[in-house]
């Protein structure tokens, strides 16, 4: 059988490539100086205490080296990055109240759309602040809280002050010590004892302005017993400058609660992502991480659970598709800090058109996680010699009453796959899609339904024989 | 004599800072050989050389990506060098044995094997103890005496040699061993290798798959007890087209041991038609013990299939269970279970006397260490 190239087409990014006036209410001066922190600090009308910690994260950041491993970040100057636009309007909770602009923005990404049809709430972001926020009646009554971030700052103090920032210090790396400097905009959850949230919530993130960073911050906090499901997606038209986004995500899982964290990241090939996720999970809690990477030049993510509770459990499950100037750097750690605690990866790469594709990872069963259980799966196509991809896991096990495994395979598609499936009636093409299809599919399948409607355009698959 | 404190690269891609996997530090004391004493049986056939090698190393170091540029020199100016040449054609069942015993309290060998195009042959070397104490005057500062061994193997086209390297040294001495090879076209070399003592043992192996249709093997079986603190490096790199390599490695931990192991199989472009397969597996017999392990798959090659595989348990209780309600101690039914989950790389040596040498070092261990409920 004549080997014939597979071909995958691009992500399909002429949807997210539109751009708007570089208009705004406000902007800083680029690079990052105590005047600028304190200037976003006072446009915020934030507590002493904020920009207290604000200053201190600028301290570590001056001090704190880039990493010495993973993709390069050569491109990324912080003399050059504006680290806050604040769009005209202000937040609002009526779609007809958005400047026009930013809601056509919105309209031609199906937000409001998703929010009329299934979804219990949204957040959209339009670069460094949320301008729109929304949230179903009947969850109000339950007592759900779902905000932006500096609502949160201001009426929940008292929760905000005791665990902002405390899953992801600013000494943890250099990004955070940014995050913790600069941090704008994103979403405050609550959802107290007992309460199940039936739809999902939504928080959407749009960088328009060109040179521009965003560093929103989301805080969840899901209570004994209860369970929610939050989406998040992102995008940017891309500039020929580089746009910078190092959010941080810090999610309270508590006794017996559940919480599913669905990402799909779609920014433009211009955008260094480089984002901290982190999980604390009590006794007898579930995280669940949905991670779908796409878009970006270079990504560094790892969705990190910290297993603190006997009996608590983390999944992930996630699949990236690095194509031609892309270096995307992803994969999880999770720490077994307690007993009988569970873990599962299932990760799943596509590396084509000289696209770079590394899986990293890292699991610690400490020693008092007896009884702890550990297994990974991670599977990586390469569609051409021009691409790579690597695999970096890293067990470190401390006690003997653990169960770990893991496994890892890289590969092309199978000629014996598809000859089989020819004989069973499917033309080269038919089976060569079926198989790839096959092996997105059990990511695609954990994808939320109304995302996924969206989230399947983007990759349009597309075989066809041609040679070389 | 001056010591040379070095960093040794020890991941092909680093990773988080904060596991402490990139790197090693390394120390080398060169030029105290003048004691050391290395033999050779070698069946007849082979050349045995001490002092200068019969063939000088051309082309490429496949050691250098296991030691930094100075750690190389030092072993250049004062190892001991020896040589064995397999000739072209050679085919024997016997494996040369050869034995080193540093004389002093630090020595460095240098052994260079040349297998010539064609021919089949197994060499096991085995690293004793010193028989001497060290010198007066020595005192605790200067840390437990490091052997060091450089190998370096030239498998020729469609050549076959087993390589095994093997020590179970007591807890007062440790060693480093580097060992590179590079086989040619339908050459094949596998290295088996025996990690039972040594306070503090660091082995990195990097084998070059040339030529086309080229095979690579590691083996290995390692021991961790008492405070023992092992380090492994071992990569198999696929440059030839239509390559195949295996890793495989079962390790038994015991008291508060401490052990990294690190295997990467690397496809380079090029390498089409090359297969490579890792697979570690560990039996922890100690809470007390640490178990890191990374396996590294490295691709740049569309045209190739890798796979790696890892896992890390103790002993199933029903099946101790079982032995134990057949008459058996507890002591024995561990041992039994260790030996069995190691056997398939001790099968492997060539060499019997090494093979039961082996069975019997892990049964002691598991015997003096016990198993901790």
């Known amino acids: 059988m004549e080997k014939r190239k597979t071909q995958i087409d691009d992500i399909d990014r002429e949807r997210f490539d539109f751009r708007d006036a570089d208009t705004n209410n406000f902007k800083t001066g680029r690079g990052l100086t105590p005047d600028i922190i304190t200037e976003i600090s006072v446009k915020k009308n934030e507590p002493v205490w904020m920009l207290q910690r604000r200053l201190k994260a600028l301290d570590i950041y001056n001090r704190t080296p880039l990493p010495a491993w993973g993709p390069p970040l050569d491109e990324l100057n912080m003399d050059d990055i504006v680290t806050y636009v604040r769009p005209d309007g202000g937040m609002k909770s009526d779609w007809n109240e958005v400047p026009e602009y930013i809601k056509n923005t919105f309209e031609r990404l199906g937000i409001p759309q998703a929010e009329r049809q299934s979804l219990a709430g949204v957040g959209a972001q339009y670069d460094s602040e949320v301008v729109y926020h929304n949230m179903r009646e009947?969850?109000?009554?339950?007592?759900?809280?779902?905000t932006d971030m500096e609502t949160a700052v201001r009426d929940y103090g008292d929760i905000v002050r005791r665990l902002f920032m405390k899953l992801v210090p600013p000494t943890d790396h250099k990004f955070a010590a940014l995050h913790g400097a600069v941090w704008s905009g994103g979403s405050f959850v609550y959802v107290p004892e007992g309460v199940k949230v039936e739809y999902p919530l939504q928080s959407y993130f749009r960088l328009n302005a060109p040179g521009a960073g965003q560093f929103e911050h989301t805080l969840i906090v899901v209570e004994k017993n209860a369970s929610v499901h939050f989406i998040e997606g992102c995008s940017a038209p891309k500039y020929n400058v580089v746009n910078l986004h190092a959010g941080c995500v810090e999610l309270y899982v508590r006794e017996g609660a559940t919480l599913r964290y669905s990402t799909i990241e779609n920014w433009s090939k211009n955008m260094m992502n480089l984002n901290t996720k982190r999980a604390l999970v009590e006794k007898n809690g579930a995280i669940e991480w949905i991670s779908g990477t796409f878009g970006s030049h270079t990504t560094m993510l790892y969705p990190t659970s910290i297993l603190k509770g006997e009996g608590a459990r983390s999944t992930f499950t996630g699949i990236s598709l690095a194509a031609a100037g892309q270096n995307l750097d992803t994969g999880t750690k999770v720490v077994h800090a307690a007993p009988r605690t569970t873990s599962t990866i299932s990760s799943r790469s596509i590396?084509?058109?000289?696209?770079?594709?590394?899986?990293?990872?890292?699991?610690?069963?400490?020693?008092?996680?007896?009884?702890?259980?550990?297994?990974?799966?991670?599977?990586?196509?390469?569609?051409?010699?021009?691409?790579?991809?690597?695999?970096?896991?890293?067990?470190?096990?401390?006690?003997d009453r653990a169960d770990v495994g893991h496994e890892a395979r890289i590969g092309r598609i199978s000629d014996g796959a598809v000859f089989y499936l020819m004989t069973r009636g499917l033309t080269e093409e038919q089976a060569k899609a079926m198989i790839v299809r096959g092996f997105a599919e059990p990511i695609a399948k954990e994808l939320p339904l109304e995302y996924a409607v969206e989230m399947n355009r983007l990759i349009s698959l597309e075989l066809e024989g041609t040679n070389g | 004599m001056p010591?040379?404190?070095?960093?040794?690269?020890r991941m092909p891609v680093r990773t988080w800072e904060r596991l402490g996997i990139n790197d090693t530090d390394a120390v080398i004391e060169t030029g105290r050989n003048a004691a050391s004493v290395a033999t050779a049986d070698a069946p007849a056939g082979m050349i045995w050389r001490a002092g200068e090698a019969p063939f000088a190393w051309t082309g490429e170091d496949p050691c250098a990506a296991l030691l930094p540029p100075e750690g190389g020199a030092a072993l250049d100016g004062g190892a001991a060098r020896y040589a064995l040449d397999i000739p072209a054609g050679f085919a024997g069942e016997t494996p040369a044995v050869v034995t080193l015993r540093p004389g002093e309290r630090s020595a460095a060998f240098d052994l260079l094997v040349r297998a010539g195009k064609g021919s089949r042959a197994a060499v096991a070397v085995r690293l004793l103890p010193p028989e001497e104490k060290a010198p007066a005057g020595d005192s605790a500062e200067q840390g437990v005496p490091r052997h060091w061994l450089?190998?370096?193997?030239?498998?020729?086209?469609?050549?076959?040699?087993?390589?095994v390297l093997a020590q179970s040294l007591?807890?007062?001495?440790?060693?480093?061993?580097?060992?590179?090879?590079?086989?040619?076209?339908?050459?094949?070399?596998?290295?088996?290798?025996?990690?039972?003592?040594?306070?503090?043992?660091?082995?990195?192996?990097n084998l070059v798959l040339a030529g086309e249709r080229a095979?690579?093997?590691?083996?290995?079986?390692?021991?961790?007890?008492g405070e023992r603190s092992l380090d492994f490096a071992l990569r198999i790199e696929h440059r030839g087209r239509k390559t195949l390599s295996a890793i495989r490695a079962r390790g038994v931990l015991l008291g508060n041991a401490r052990k990294i192991f690190r295997d990467t199989l690397d496809f380079l472009p090029g390498s089409s038609g090359s297969k490579g397969r890792e697979d570690e597996r560990v039996l922890m017999l100690s809470p007390a013990a640490r178990n890191i392990s990374v396996p590294v798959l490295l691709c740049g090659e569309d045209d190739m299939e890798g796979e790696h595989a890892a896992s890390s348990g103790r002993p199933d209780e029903k099946t101790l269970f079982y032995l134990m309600s057949r008459g058996l101690s507890e002591t024995r039914a561990v041992q039994l279970l260790a030996q069995a989950a190691v056997a398939e790389v001790v099968e492997s040596i060539p060499d019997g006397e090494l093979r039961q040498s082996v069975r019997e070092r892990l049964d002691a261990a598991i015997r003096e260490g016990g198993r901790t409920a």
């Not at chain 1, 696209?355 to 990293?360: A, H, N, P, T």
């Open chain 1, 138 to 146: 009947e969850l109000l009554r339950q007592g759900v809280v779902y």
């Open chain 2, 170 to 205: 007591p807890d007062s001495v440790s060693h480093t061993a580097a060992a590179g090879a590079v086989v040619g076209e339908d050459g094949e070399l596998k290295v088996v290798l025996a990690e039972l003592g040594g306070a503090a043992p660091q082995t990195g192996v």
């Open chain 2, 3 to 9: 010591k040379l404190e070095m960093t040794l690269p």
């Open chain 1, 351 to 399: 590396a084509k058109d000289g696209g770079i594709s590394v899986y990293r990872s890292a699991v610690d069963i400490l020693p008092g996680a007896v009884d702890a259980k550990s297994s990974a799966v991670c599977e990586s196509l390469m569609l051409d010699r021009q691409s790579r991809t690597d695999t970096i896991p890293a067990l470190d096990i401390r006690t």
């Open chain 2, 215 to 225: 095979r690579g093997a590691v083996d290995a079986v390692y021991l961790g007890e």
């Open chain 2, 150 to 163: 450089r190998v370096r193997a030239d498998v020729g086209a469609s050549a076959s040699l087993t390589l």
